[in-house]
Every structure is written in C-alpha cells, then in structure tokens.
C-alpha cells in the first residue's frame, strides 16, 4: 500500500512503531525502576505530528523499505521528548525545585532516556563495528550541538538579536537532531559518505523550517510561550530589524514586559504581524523550502519516499500568520 503523506506512513506503521518502542524499552529491564519512569516519560509527552516516521522515509529513499529503520523512530522519539521535558523544567517557575521527589525523578528519566538508551539501541543493531560507531558518534554530535544552541536560545536577548544570531540558535536546538535523524538513518540504509552528508543538509535545513512552523502555531494556538518565557524568536528578529531605533526600544521593552503581562503581549503580537515583518518572514521560510528541494532534487532516490519528504517540507513552509491573527 503506497502512502500519499507522511502522515498516511505514520498510520501504516504505527502499531510497529508501537511494538519497537516497547523492545527498546525492554533494554532496560536490568534496572526496572529506571524502566518505569523512561516508559512514563515516554507515555505522558504525545506530539501533535509524526515525524519519528523522518528515518523511515529516509532509509526507505535510499532502499525502498522503511522497516529496518523502526529502531531509530524510537531514538528520535526519545530525544524530543527528553529535550522538550527539560525544555518544560526550564520555563516553569519551580522548576529548579530539585527538592521536589517528582522533579528528581523526571530528570533521572531524561538524563536515562537522552542519551545512554539511545546508545543501547544502536549498539542492538545489526550493523558492521564501523557502522554503529558511527551512528553513536552522530547521537553525540547532536546532544553537544543542540546543548549550544539551547543555551543561545537561553541566555538571548532582544536588545541585540539579529536574523543571523536567531538562526544560528535554531541551528542548534532544531536542526541538529533533525541532521542527526536523517545522517543515522542514511548511514543504516549504507549509504556513502557524501550522500550521508546530504541528508544530513536536508535534516539541517529541515529544522529550520520545523523551528519556524512550531513558532507560528505558537502564536495562532494563543498559547504565547515564547512571549511568556522572553525567547528571542525569528520573527521578533525580523521586527526588530525593520524597525527604527526608537520604535526598537519600545519593542524591546514589549518584550521584557510580555513575560507577564498579557496587554504587552497583545501589543507586541501586533507588531510581529504588521504586512512588512511577516513578509520578511514569510521570504525567508521560501528560501528554506527552494533549499531543502533542492537538496532532495540532488540527492535522489526512491520517488515514492521522496514525494513524501517533498510534501513534508511544502506543509512545514506554508506561513499561516497573517495580520489578522492578533486582532
């Protein structure tokens, strides 16, 4: 049965998807308690989308079948979810309560589930030596990226962000896994070097466009977290650099305010969404999809999985704010 979207794979192989989960949970079964509070982690943060089918439409670009790629739908699982839990740690306001037995606990699952399972499933694999090392060293790669781009994202500040800064910080938390994602799963498929770094662009630019898409539903969720917690996003950049140094000012004092005051926040969503910032934005979400086509023009293929990536990225790029959106 030939799937017409990611989405149509994802159903198709959710109950494999499901049952792999489950095997590499049992690669804990030595250390039951950490068992436990990995499957609990795993089974209280559900994502709207499913794109842990990514290394299955990747190895199956490269070979024509999905299947021996399951066990890295789960490492992709594992890292998002680990990431966004720390990620909720960080922006609530107990959160340093380490006192807290529950708070312990979810950060032992995180720090079990992050990076040493990850690890266990590829040393599982039925790979050459040289393969799984490999695969390893990509998980490393992108924990000490992602942590660089995390701590950008942390410690930004609106009074000197640029598009350019704001980009390299989404380089960091979104586009390395998405480029770890894709490298493994093209390495599992056996692909040469050059086409592993290939994907591994196409993960890259990926995660940009992810990074920008998640932004808006941000905004159209009415939810406003990145407001709430002060983040630095690509469209506040896009703003600030349009606007004159006067009017500058008073959105970097929005800002600051937005964290806790739902008028600023009202305010400074106007602002994001005024015709000229949006269209900036807008510019720049299409340059990345003219790139990641690009990227899989060059690349090739199966054609089946790569009109899937393709309608993926057209998806993702689509700009769903408009000016009305903040009234």
Known sequence: MTASTYADLYHRMAADIDAER??????????????????????ER?????????PLIVHAAETGSPAPALPLTVVHDLWWTTACRLDDLADSPDGQETADPEVNQTLLAIVAAGTPLPLLIVQTLRVPGPIRAA???EVARCWVAAAEGQLRDIEGEAVTATRSSVRNTYLGKSGAPFAMITAMAARLAGAEERRVAGWRSFGEVFGLIWQLFN???????GRFEDLRNGTVTYLLACCLEQAPPDSARRLT???SAAKSSAP???ALTRELLAPAVLATYTQHCEELQRRAHRILDELGGTEEYLT????LVDQ???????TDTAA
């Open 316 to 322: 993702a790029s689509r700009v769903l704010l408009r």
């Open 46 to 54: 559900t994502f709207a989308y499913p794109l842990s089918v990514l």
């Open 135 to 137: 695969l390893s060293a």
């Open 264 to 266: 600023a926040r009202s």
């Open 22 to 43: 489950e095997s590499v949970l049992d690669l804990l079964s030595p250390a039951p308690s950490v068992r436990a509070v990995v499957a609990k982690l795993l089974r």
């Open 253 to 255: 004092d929005l800002h």
């Open 308 to 311: 899937l990536l393709r309608d």
């Open 215 to 221: 932004d808006q539903e941000d905004i159209l969720s």
